[in-house]
T-cell receptor, first 115, second 110 residues
């Protein structure tokens, strides 16, 4: 158990509303990631963070923003949710001190439905 | 850009051996990971390769050829619990970004 908690686990929201997903870790890891997983597309990187207030975009960052004001929390915000953002969202942390062979460990996911 | 290809589905028999292939074309390469994902669950780490050759870990082995942009995951003595999706992922971006293939759904039958 890499000490990752995602909240909420399930959420249904309406188009146009803002949504924030939270990822919390207990082990002080530097790197944190947000992915979405959709049938036929696999896991796609949205944003990642390499430290407090240090973030970068992934391949599908449009429509999403992130914030990391403290080491343990990485927030993903959908400013105005759209039906195309219906997905399963996974947070991940990376163990180790930035060594290449450090694997990502994933949280249990948040299932988001935008109606 | 990144391009990672895996077969969509495979079926194998309990007790047999199965090989899941992955080919990739990426800008920059810092290693290749294999993950296992059971339905409705999070992916879990299986193996990492950065040098050419075979890495063995119990019933699972992973092979890498950097010059060919090719990897495979070998599962021996298949068990029903090995029915899952197997994800190939390449580390790029100076070692910061992990890009996943779409996964191979393996079904193990009696």
């Amino acid at each position: 158990d890499a000490g990752i908690t995602q909240s909420p686990r399930h959420k249904v929201t309406e188009t146009g509303t803002p949504v924030t997903l939270r990822c919390h870790q207990t082990e002080n890891h530097r790197y944190m990631y947000w992915y979405r997983q959709d049938p036929g597309h696999g896991l796609r990187l949205i944003h990642y963070s390499y430290g407090v207030k240090d973030t970068d975009k992934g391949e599908v960052s449009d429509g999403y923003s992130v914030s990391r004001s403290k080491t343990e929390d990485f927030l993903l915000t959908l400013e105005s949710a759209t039906s195309s953002q219906t997905s399963v969202y996974f947070c991940a942390i990376r163990e180790g001190r930035s060594s290449y062979n450090s694997p990502l460990h994933f949280g249990n996911g948040t299932r988001l439905t935008v109606t | 850009g990144q391009n990672i290809d895996q077969p969509t589905e495979m079926t194998a028999t309990e007790g047999a051996i199965v090989q899941i292939n992955c080919t990739y074309q990426t800008s920059g390469f810092n290693g290749l990971f294999w993950y296992q994902q059971h339905a409705g669950e999070a992916p879990t780490f299986l193996s990492y390769n950065v040098l050419d050759g075979l890495e063995e870990k119990g019933r699972f082995s992973s092979f890498l050829s950097r010059s060919k942009g090719y990897s495979y995951l070998l599962l021996k003595e298949l068990q029903m619990k090995d029915s899952a999706s197997y994800l190939c992922a390449v580390l790029t971006g100076g070692g910061n970004k992990l890009t996943f293939g779409t996964g191979t759904q393996l079904k193990v039958e009696l």
